[in-house]
Structures are given as structure tokens and as C-alpha cells.
């Protein structure tokens, strides 16, 4: 699609901020009123709009695309979204560790005990570990606190924390990456560990770097964006 506007303005309104686009209002991908709460939020919208070229590149509207599931999706499925993120607690990855004596599993304790044991700290439950693949779940309490825990987050901090707990394989880390002062790209090589460990046994795949680029790119977007949405008004 070609650029159809020329000027890119960020609007006030007893609702909230907008972007505008010589003038007229963006909307939603599904035609609803994209207005959010956050002006620094709003800002950052706008950014993307201005910095398009003489074609619109989807690819470069990661905020746009994320404030609208979050208006668009979110409020009208609470329920699956909290659902789909309980099943990444379930297989959470930072619990399914090596066996006992393989060097891999001392570097999984060394870096994934310290965001489990935060986890269980601040929320007051109990994680399984696991060594092999055989799941073992985790007690009925925690599955009941973690759902409570994720029903608290308002429509913008679910989009962004369901997006960052599928990227990981875990809602640890999603939640994690929820904290104002989280270290993004720590974050998300502890969720790689094991395909790091890989590349150092076996080599890098540049395919697959390509790949893993990308997704640290989206991985450190949702941060920014729920970082964004959560600023003072």
C-alpha cells in the first residue's frame, strides 16, 4: 500500500490520545477507535507512522499491531488468553531441565534457579523442576495464584504479556519481563539457554539466527510497548 497521508499528529480527547493522519483519526484493523491512555504510547504510534516511506511496510507497525489486539482481542477473550498462558506454566521451560550429571544442567540451575526462585517468592507458590521430558505438575494452589496473578494485568499488559510468554516458552519469564526494570536481553538468553548451549557444541546456523534476531527484535518490543502503555498519564 502506498503512503495516503502526509502529516502525522498525536490528538487529546476526554478518552484519551490518537493518532491522526492529516487530521482524520486511525482506527483499528477492525474499525474500532484506537485510543489509548498512554500519550507516550500515543507518541510512539505516531512515530511509526511518520517514519514510513513512500510505502506502508506492515512489518514496521509492531506498536500499531499490538495496541490493536489489545483493543481489539483482549477484552473480548480475558478468559482464553489467561487459559493459553496457564498452559505455558504447565511446560514451563525454565522447569524441565538436563539430568543431574550432564554439564548442561549445572548451567540451566545457575541461570533459570535465580527467575524460578524470584517467581515463587513475589507470587508465594511452588514450581516443579523437572529433569527429563516426563511433565509433572505443579501444585493446584500455584496453577490458582498464577491465574489470579495474570487476571490483575489490564487489556494492554496481557497483550504484551501473552506475546512475551510465547516467544520465551514461559510465563517465568514473561513475567519476568513485566518488571519496569527488567533486563530484556538477559531475559530472553535465559530463555534460549539450550540453544545456545547447541550453537557452542555444534556451531551457529545462520538461518536459524535470522530467525531468533527477529523474534528478540518482537521479544524487546512487547517490553517497550507495555512499558509505553504503563506510563503515568
Known amino acids: 500500500m502506498k503512503r495516503f497521508y502526509k502529516d502525522v499528529s498525536v490528538e487529546r480527547s476526554a478518552a484519551g490520545y490518537h493518532v491522526a493522519l492529516d487530521g482524520r483519526p486511525v482506527k483499528t484493523q477492525r474499525g474500532g477507535s484506537q485510543v489509548v491512555g498512554s500519550q507516550a504510547l500515543a507518541e510512539e504510534l505516531a512515530a511509526e507512522w511518520a517514519g514510513q516511506g513512500e510505502t506502508i511496510d506492515p512489518a514496521r507497525l509492531a506498536f500499531r499491531d499490538m495496541t490493536d489486539y489489545a483493543l481489539d482481542v483482549v477484552p473480548a477473550d480475558r478468559a482464553g488468553i489467561a487459559a493459553k498462558l496457564l498452559r505455558y506454566a504447565e511446560t514451563d521451560t525454565l522447569c524441565y531441565r538436563a539430568d543431574p550429571d550432564e554439564p548442561l544442567w549445572h548451567r540451566q540451575r545457575e541461570v533459570w534457579d ?8 513475589r507470587e508465594g507458590v511452588t514450581l516443579e523442576r523437572v529433569s527429563g521430558v516426563v511433565a509433572r505438575p505443579h ?9 489470579a496473578r495474570i487476571e490483575t494485568h489490564d487489556d ?3 497483550a504484551a504479556l501473552e506475546q512475551l510468554t510465547a ?3 514461559s510465563l517465568c519469564i514473561g513475567l519476568a519481563a513485566l518488571d519496569h526494570d527488567a533486563d530484556g536481553e538477559a531475559l530472553w538468553a535465559a530463555a534460549n539457554l539450550e540453544e545456545d548451549w547447541q550453537i557452542e557444541q555444534w556451531g551457529a546456523d545462520e538461518e536459524a539466527a535470522a530467525r531468533r534476531a527477529k523474534r528478540l527484535e518482537a521479544f524487546l518490543k512487547a517490553i517497550e510497548f507495555v512499558r509505553l502503555a504503563q506510563t503515568a498519564r
Open 156 to 158: 494492554f499488559t496481557l
Open 167 to 169: 516467544l520465551a516458552a
Open 139 to 147: 501444585p493446584a494452589a500455584t496453577m490458582e495464584t498464577l491465574k
Open 114 to 121: 535465580p527467575l524460578v526462585d524470584a517467581l515463587e517468592a
